[in-house]
């Protein structure tokens, strides 16, 4: 049964995105929908046992979202 839950799982996203993305942004929508990735990964790897380490892996995609913002807001800068 849990074979279908792909199809379900990609009709609420895109679903969710058409009325995401013209409240909150493009932008905004892409980082929180990677960091979803990122940190569903981490957790996913975590309790099946994959990976033993989940406070490197967080830190890792903390840093990897805190750059994509960070880089966000130079361009931001620059265009003042």
């Known amino acids: 049964w849990y074979y ?3 199809g379900v799982m990609g009709a609420c996203f ?3 995105s058409s009325f995401l993305i013209p409240k909150i ?4 929508s ?3 929908i990677i960091a979803g990735q990122m940190v569903g ?4 790897d975590y309790f099946l046992e994959l990976n033993k380490d989940l406070m490197k ?3 890792g995609c903390a840093l990897i979202i805190l750059g994509i913002s960070v880089r966000k807001f130079q361009v931001k800068a620059l265009k003042i």
């Open 4 to 6: 279908s839950l792909g």
């Open 14 to 16: 895109v679903t969710l």
């Open 25 to 28: 942004g493009a932008y905004r």
């Open 30 to 32: 892409i980082i929180l």
């Open 41 to 44: 990964s981490v957790l996913m």
């Open 57 to 59: 892996s967080l830190i």
